[in-house]
């Protein structure tokens, strides 16, 4: 059966927000060995809980036109359960 996907396939997820990694621009520093995205941390690592959740809260504003409020208990709820915390990469602050 032939693919009908349109585009590339994603190689990987990012294990922070789920977004697809199909380019080396979508890794920080292009480094392609990495489980994460260029938005969620650095070649150095994930960035800090607050940080994420800050950026996150801030894309959904943007891109689905929540309140900030709304946004940020979105935010929140979405990091506390990504795969980067199931891991002990990044830990959740209250």
């Known amino acids: 059966m032939a693919d009908k996907s349109n585009g590339p396939k994603?190689?990987?997820v990012c294990?922070?927000?789920?977004?697809?990694?199909v380019k080396p621009e979508d890794y920080?520093?292009?480094?392609?060995?990495?489980d994460y995205c260029v938005?969620?941390?650095t070649e150095?690592?994930?960035y800090p809980y607050r940080k994420l959740v800050k950026g996150f809260?801030?894309?959904?504003?943007?891109t689905q036109g929540m309140d900030p409020d709304q946004a940020m208990k979105a935010s929140k709820e979405f990091?506390?359960?990504?795969?980067?915390?199931?891991?002990?990469?990044v830990k959740v602050e209250k």
């Open 39 to 41: 938005h969620c941390g």
């Open 44 to 46: 150095n690592g994930i």
């Open 79 to 89: 990091i506390d359960n990504c795969e980067a915390v199931k891991q002990g990469r």
């Open 10 to 12: 994603p190689s990987k």
């Open 28 to 34: 920080p520093g292009g480094n392609t060995a990495l």
């Open 57 to 62: 809260a801030e894309f959904m504003q943007k």
């Open 15 to 21: 294990i922070v927000c789920t977004m697809p990694m």
